[in-house]
């Protein structure tokens, strides 16, 4: 635990690309928390395809930025930051190891709160947090995650979330003079002295759940989203994978493989919660033509979640995927998962 006292500054820092309709509402819902949001634009290389060919995006997410910095920014909080900024003369960043150390470089405060353009919270937790910031003074902070399918409406849970507990997002970390940002997956810092902050005072997803705290990630909200993040992990990984995007997220062939992560079993479930304003306000906005987004006819979902057998298999698949978290289920599993790992890159390795 660090030193309590000292007054809470964080640098949000906020990778983008192609973020509409999202990040106009993301920055002006962090604005009154930040004392610092440096915001890293642009394409990866993995996704030139969908890129304007100076490796900006394409849905004018840049001139919003700048739009913002110039109208909306009257504490001079706001940092744009390109790849032509950290030397990369064709524009496109590398990978998103490096769009994050832009921003790390940059931080000034003395917490770093990682935040996807799509990602929200609720302002009444945002205002709890800090407080316990100042209390406790924890070197890191996981989030549980919520995520929604194709509307507000709907949120996509499995055992890929949580069975291997990826619904527990690290975002925010201690920082100071002498603190590196390691890699982007998972999201690593690592302190003056090179200790991972992982290893020393940290707040879990489970103890924020607990206090009703959560990340509202929208990740898989609006049909273009989707498609362009699918497009770049086809590239990142350099391997033709399933048409998910077609199969499931257009058309719902596949109901019990929802998450994008489709190797695993993954249900959907209708969300009975209270939205961030700043959702609820995009929303409206998208409701009366201010801001125009194609949407998801999400017929379909309805009428899967009427059926009986829909929500009676995934209250025992979600009850099945509790059991593995426990012990000695989760170590007998992630013992099963490493030796299924080691020998498909062995057998992959030996055909090429």
Not at 136 to 142: A, G, H, I, K, Y
Not at 284 to 296: G, S
């Amino acid at each position: 635990m660090r030193e309590s006292g000292t007054d809470i500054r964080i640098t949000f820092g906020m990778i983008v690309f192609n973020g509409e309709p999202f990040v106009r509402y993301n920055l002006s819902a962090v604005y009154p928390f930040a004392h610092q949001i440096i915001v890293v634009e642009g394409a990866c290389r993995s996704s030139a395809s969908v890129a304007r060919p100076d490796g900006h995006s394409t849905d004018g997410t840049l001139e919003l930025l700048y739009g913002f910095k110039r109208e909306l920014d009257l504490e001079s909080k706001l940092v744009i930051v390109t790849a032509g900024d950290e030397g990369y003369a064709d524009g496109f960043w590398p990978e998103k190891d490096q769009m994050s150390r832009a921003y790390a470089k940059r931080a000034s405060g003395n917490y770093l709160w990682q935040l996807d353009s799509d990602e929200f919270y609720h302002e009444e937790q945002l205002a709890r947090l800090m407080n316990i910031l100042r209390t406790e003074r924890p070197d890191m902070v996981s989030f549980p995650m919520i995520t929604f399918w194709g509307s507000p409406d709907y949120i996509v849970d499995g055992f890929y979330l949580i069975r291997d507990k990826h619904d527990q997002i690290p975002r925010l970390f201690a920082w100071g003079p002498g603190y590196t940002y390691a890699t982007h997956r998972p999201a690593t810092v690592l302190d003056e002295r090179g200790i991972d902050l992982r290893k020393k005072y940290c707040l879990g997803a489970r103890d924020l759940q607990r206090m009703q705290i959560y990340m509202y990630h929208y990740s898989l909200l609006f049909p273009h989203q989707v498609l362009d993040k699918v497009v770049y992990y086809k590239n990142r990984l350099k391997s033709v994978i399933d048409t998910w995007e077609e199969s499931v997220y257009l058309r719902l062939q596949k109901p019990f493989r929802a998450h994008n992560v489709y190797q695993h079993i993954g249900w959907l479930e209708r969300f009975t919660g209270e939205h961030p304003a700043p959702i609820h306000a995009m929303m409206a906005d998208i409701k009366n033509q201010t801001v125009k987004v194609a949407r998801r006819d999400c017929t379909d979902v309805e009428h899967l979640l009427a059926k009986r057998y829909y929500n009676v298999a995934t209250a025992l698949l979600r009850a099945c995927a509790c059991i593995m978290t426990v012990q000695p289920f989760y170590f007998f599993y992630r013992a099963y998962a490493s030796v299924k790992f080691r020998v498909n890159r062995r057998f992959s390795g030996a055909l090429q």
